[in-house]
C-alpha cells in the first residue's frame, strides 16, 4: 500500500507540474501576440526619426508601458530625453569643478551647464503641455509643446557648438561633452519627430 499511495503521489505531482507549465505557455503564447505589435508599432514608429536605432533602443524598454498608444510613446520619449538631460547637466555641473580646466574651457562648460538646464526646463514645460492635451485644444497645445522641444533642441546644440572652440588640448573634456550632449541632441530630436507624428495624425 505504501508503494502504490507514493507511486499515486509521484503521478499527481507529474499532473500538477505538467498542468502548471502548460499554463504558464498558454499564457505566455497569449501575451507574446501583444508584445510583439508593441514592439511592431515603436519600430514603426522610430522609423521615420532621424536616428531610429537610438529611438528603437531607447523605447523599446518601455514597450509594456508603450503598447500601441501614440500618445504615451509621444510622453514617454520626452521623459526618456528629459531624464537623459538632467542626468548630463549634473556631469557637466561635476566636469566644470575639476581642477587643471583651462580659462575657456571652463567658461565653455558654465555656458553648457546653463544651455542644459534651459533644455531640462523646456522639455519639462512640454511634457506638462502634454498632460493638458484635450481633443478641445489639441492644435494649440501640439503647437506649444512643438515650440518648447525645438527651443530644447536648440539649447543643446548651443551646448555642444561651445566646445569646438576651446583649446586642442581639452580633447577628453570635448569629446566627454559633445558625446553626452550629442547624444540628448538625438534624442530630442527623435521626440520632436514623433511629437509632429500625433499632430499630423489629429483631424
Same mark, same amino acid.
Given at each position: 500500500?505504501?508503494?502504490i499511495s507514493s507511486?499515486?503521489?509521484?503521478t499527481?505531482?507529474?499532473?500538477?507540474?505538467a498542468?502548471?507549465?502548460?499554463?504558464?505557455?498558454?499564457?505566455?503564447?497569449? +501575451?507574446?501576440?501583444?508584445?510583439e505589435?508593441? @514592439?511592431?508599432?515603436?519600430?514603426?514608429?522610430c522609423?521615420?526619426?532621424?536616428?531610429?536605432?537610438l529611438?528603437?533602443?531607447?523605447l523599446?524598454?518601455?514597450?509594456d508601458? @508603450?503598447?500601441?498608444?501614440r500618445m504615451?510613446?509621444? !510622453?514617454?520619449?520626452?521623459?526618456?530625453? $528629459?531624464?537623459?538631460?538632467?542626468?548630463?547637466?549634473?556631469?557637466?555641473?561635476?566636469l566644470?569643478?575639476?581642477?587643471g580646466?583651462?580659462?575657456?574651457?571652463?567658461?565653455?562648460?558654465?555656458?553648457?551647464?546653463?544651455?542644459?538646464r534651459d533644455s531640462v526646463d523646456?522639455?519639462?514645460?512640454?511634457?506638462?503641455?502634454m498632460?493638458?492635451?484635450?481633443t478641445?485644444?489639441f492644435?494649440?497645445?501640439?503647437?506649444?509643446?512643438q515650440?518648447?522641444?525645438?527651443a530644447?533642441?536648440?539649447?543643446?546644440?548651443t551646448?555642444?557648438?561651445?566646445?569646438?572652440e576651446t583649446?586642442? !588640448?581639452a580633447?577628453?573634456?570635448?569629446?566627454t561633452?559633445?558625446? +553626452?550632449?550629442?547624444? @540628448?541632441?538625438q $534624442?530630442?530630436?527623435?521626440?520632436?519627430?514623433?511629437i509632429?507624428q500625433?499632430a499630423n495624425?489629429?483631424?
Amino acid at each position: 500500500m505504501e508503494a502504490i499511495s507514493s507511486k499515486h503521489l509521484i503521478t499527481s505531482l507529474f499532473i500538477i507540474i505538467a498542468s502548471s507549465f502548460t499554463a504558464q505557455s498558454a499564457r505566455k503564447v497569449s +501575451e507574446r501576440p501583444y508584445q510583439e505589435a508593441s @514592439i511592431v508599432f515603436i519600430r514603426t514608429s522610430c522609423s521615420s526619426t532621424t536616428y531610429p536605432t537610438l529611438c528603437y533602443s531607447s523605447l523599446v524598454k518601455h514597450a509594456d508601458l @508603450i503598447q500601441t498608444n501614440r500618445m504615451v510613446l509621444t !510622453g514617454t520619449a520626452l521623459n526618456v530625453t $528629459l531624464a537623459s538631460a538632467k542626468s548630463t547637466a549634473a556631469m557637466m555641473l561635476a566636469l566644470g569643478k575639476r581642477q587643471g580646466l583651462k580659462p575657456r574651457e571652463v567658461a565653455a562648460m558654465k555656458d553648457c551647464v546653463e544651455e542644459l538646464r534651459d533644455s531640462v526646463d523646456e522639455l519639462r514645460r512640454s511634457i506638462d503641455e502634454m498632460s493638458h492635451l484635450r481633443t478641445s485644444n489639441f492644435e494649440m497645445t501640439m503647437s506649444d509643446v512643438q515650440t518648447w522641444v525645438s527651443a530644447a533642441l536648440t539649447d543643446e546644440s548651443t551646448c555642444s557648438d561651445g566646445f569646438q572652440e576651446t583649446a586642442t !588640448g581639452a580633447t577628453n573634456i570635448k569629446s566627454t561633452v559633445r558625446g +553626452e550632449v550629442v547624444q @540628448i541632441a538625438q $534624442l530630442t530630436s527623435n521626440a520632436l519627430a514623433l511629437i509632429n507624428q500625433l499632430a499630423n495624425s489629429h483631424g
